[in-house]
């Protein structure tokens, strides 16, 4: 355990808090529940990860690097490392947790190679699995297993990005040749930003809108080949490379377009959507609607795998700085001889240890996002509502965890000065590489958009079938909640309740249902305001509604994120119960409490506006948490190793222990010149002695 010296080193238990010190963090518990289910699954992805052989080079050119990860995808064929997800009989294994748990780690290698794995195989194959049937599976899922197909995932346009109903590429149905006509009518339709466009692929799930008999039956999924064996474009097909991105550069990222090109009638992924030879069109889902969210529900996996993705980069990026932090000192804050570690600075804990704590309250909540995702398409847990918790889920999660990758990587690279800003110790790469994972799979804006939707869905529909007894209850509890609340009442009483007390105070703020109180009020209380509002919107014209709804769009996105905050603390606490080791539990509550706390502590202005805090209350909240991130600060180490990555995933000169053999080396030397006697004497000191 580390030793915390300076200006940390305080007695952070008081005799008020009825709690003995823990005296250790059991890592190998701490890890194997960090772990998961898939533990199996993670550890093999883990030591592939850390091959030197998937490793990423620094300063290769876009060329070389995407030669280099063209290569390492058949490394991860040779190594039986990507079919987990695939049909038994062809192969794989019908492990869609486990693949996803063991796809995710790769980021550690080079997300380059994260990504283009899982548009190889999260995205083109599973488009064919998810949307096929079992005679496309055949037909062409071994080729693409193999990677002797190399495809695209073409659903994204030039102009319509997130806007997936209003593509404009389409699918025209030639009942004399049995063919599907693919054209991409004009410049916007171009499909751009596909992986393996630019240069590997050789066909492409190509996504338009199917035309058959006059009728436009909405999006749906074609496979359609792009390039002959010589990586020439087929007739009909053209492209572009995208060239030089802002990261992710071992990606052959490109354009597609379509002049006419035809494809057998049956390239039609026709699970939820089957066109006769004559023409005629028939699906198993009536709704068009409906049939489209659960075409686009089936290919959920990218959303999960990018929040796991997310998840592992924050701790890759923390394991760095903290290792960093506890060896690297600066400034005699107080000591004359001895500079200080920086950890033990007060900001230094407040940079990285909350942020710390967020990213174990994201890989509680991922783990449960996972096995959600397996149930769905394990089958043990397929229905309606299943799927759509499922995609609810993962549009909370992925753009909170993306977030907070970006933030936590800028500022470990800046808690880590000059020594961050070098290539070789990872930051600025991963940065650059995760920078994109904010808005692909779904812009992570709109997808809290969705989110927020369904939480006014869902507070609709709670009232849509209750009688009037009921909802005149629910009225008067409002009447009553919004008196208590903006006369003052309850800041009163939370101020006579705590008559001062700090202790009282800080009691009432480490408390479990407190937090839980505090966090799931917001979410209400920011739900049921905005639906009052929206309420009207249904009885005005189609322009006055959507004007309407643009006016509360901020406050719709900041319920959602609020929402998705709360399932990652409610995540997190009920991940503690599970933990045997009473000292570890006890520390990991501290973690759990510096994130709710952290999120009320970061929406403060809106508790107390709102009337759910005292200011008694809001000013102990800044003083507890400081006491947290000094209980937490002799066990920052245990919290980062528990997450179980090695010197071969880190990767980090300044978290190789070289920093500590320099502080220790030039500790040595300043003892020994002072013991020699030959020290030279501070000028400011040697005017003092003058002087006397």
């Known amino acids: 355990m580390t030793q915390v010296t300076g200006p940390a080193a305080v007695d952070v238990e008081r005799p ?16 194997e529940r960090l772990l998961g289910r898939w533990a199996d699954k993670r550890r093999q992805a883990r030591r592939l990860a850390g091959q030197p052989e998937l490793a990423r080079i620094d300063g290769q050119t876009m060329a070389e690097h995407r030669e280099r990860v063209s290569a390492q995808l058949k490394y991860l064929v040779d190594t039986g490392a990507v079919h987990y997800a695939f049909p038994e009989r062809l192969g794989g294994e019908d492990n869609h947790g486990g693949n996803i748990a063991g796809f995710e780690e790769l980021v550690v290698a080079d997300p380059s190679l994260q990504i283009k794995a899982g548009v190889q195989w999260g995205l083109f194959g599973a488009a064919v699995l998810h949307l096929g049937t079992k005679e496309h599976h055949d037909k062409w899922l071994p080729a693409i297993m193999s990677l002797e197909v190399p495809g695209a995932f073409a659903m994204t346009e030039t102009g319509h990005g997130s806007d997936v109903a209003s593509i404009a590429t389409t699918a025209t149905y030639d009942p004399d040749t049995e063919e599907f006509v693919i054209s991409t009518p004009h410049r916007a339709a171009w499909k751009d930003y596909l992986g393996n466009a630019a240069k590997d692929g050789l066909a492409a799930v190509v996504f338009a809108k199917l035309i058959t008999r006059g009728v436009d039956h909405g999006v749906h999924a074609f496979y359609v080949p792009i390039r002959d064996a010589e990586r020439n474009f087929l007739p009909g097909v053209g492209g572009e490379d995208d060239g030089l991105k802002g ?80 060896e690297r000192r600066q400034f005699h804050a107080g000591s004359a001889e001895e500079e200080e570690v920086l950890l033990d600075y007060q900001r230094h804990q407040r940079r990285l240890l909350t942020r710390l704590a967020t990213t174990y309250a994201a890989a509680f909540a991922h783990e449960e996002l996972l096995e ?15 799927r759509q918790d499922l995609e609810t889920l993962a549009a909370a999660l992925k753009p909170l965890s993306t977030w907070h990758a970006l933030d936590t990587l800028q500022e470990c690279r ?33 997808l809290l958009q969705l989110v927020a939707k369904r939480l006014l869905a869902d507070y609709a529909k709670e009232f849509r079938s209750a009688d009037f007894g009921a909802l005149a209850r629910w009225v008067a509890s409002q009447a009553a909640d919004a008196t208590l609340h903006r006369t003052g009442l309850r800041q009163v009483a939370q101020t006579f309740a705590d008559s001062g007390s700090v202790r009282k ?28 509002d929206l309420k009207r919107a249904s009885r005005l014209p189609q322009s006055e509604a959507a004007a309407l709804f643009n006016s509360r769009q901020h406050e719709l996105i900041e319920a959602a994120r609020a929402h998705a905050e709360l399932l990652q603390w409610e995540a997190f606490t009920r991940a503690l119960p599970s933990i045997d080791d009473g000292d570890t539990r006890q520390i990991m509550t501290w973690v759990r409490d510096l994130f709710g706390l952290g999120l009320v502590e970061k929406n403060l202005a809106w508790y107390l506006m709102n009337g759910r805090l005292s200011a008694q209350r809001a000013k102990t909240l800044g003083d507890y948490i400081h006491r947290l991130l000094l209980r937490l600060r002799p066990f920052a180490l245990e919290l980062v190793d528990a997450f179980g990555y090695g010197p071969e995933h880190l990767r980090a000169p300044i978290a190789s222990g070289a920093e500590r053999r320099r502080q220790e080396e030039a500790a040595a030397y300043a003892g020994r010149l002072r013991a020699s006697g030959a020290a030279p004497v501070p000028e400011k000191q040697a005017r003092s002695g003058a002087g006397g």
Request: charge should be negative; aromatic fraction near 8%; hydrophobic fraction near 35%.
């Open 16 to 31: 008020e808090d009825g709690i003995t010190p823990p005296s250790r963090l059991d890592t190998e518990e701490l890890g």
């Open 505 to 532: 105070s800080a009691t009432y703020l480490k408390d479990e249902d407190t937090q839980r109180q505090l966090l799931t009020d917001r979410v209400s209380s920011m739900v049921r305001d905005i639906a009052a």
């Open 414 to 446: 800046e808690a880590c000065g000059g020594a961050g800003f070098l290539a070789e110790n990872r930051f600025t790469a991963l940065r650059a590489d995760l920078d994109v994972y904010a808005t692909f799979e779904g812009d992570n804006n709109v």
């Open 372 to 386: 959600k995702f397996d149930g769905v398409f394990s089958g043990a847990h397929d229905t309606d509502g299943d």
């Open 247 to 326: 990261g992710l550069n071992g990606i052959d990222n490109g354009r597609l377009h379509f002049d006419g090109v035809r494809i057998p009638r049956t390239n039609l992924l026709d699970r939820y959507g089957h066109v006769h030879p004559d023409g005629r069109y028939t699906s198993p889902i009536a709704s068009p609607g409906r049939r489209f969210f659960t075409m686009l529900g089936t290919l959920v996996q990218g959303r999960v795998s990018l929040d796991g993705a997310a998840v592992a980069a924050s701790k890759v990026a923390l394991a760095i700085a903290v290792k960093y932090a506890t």
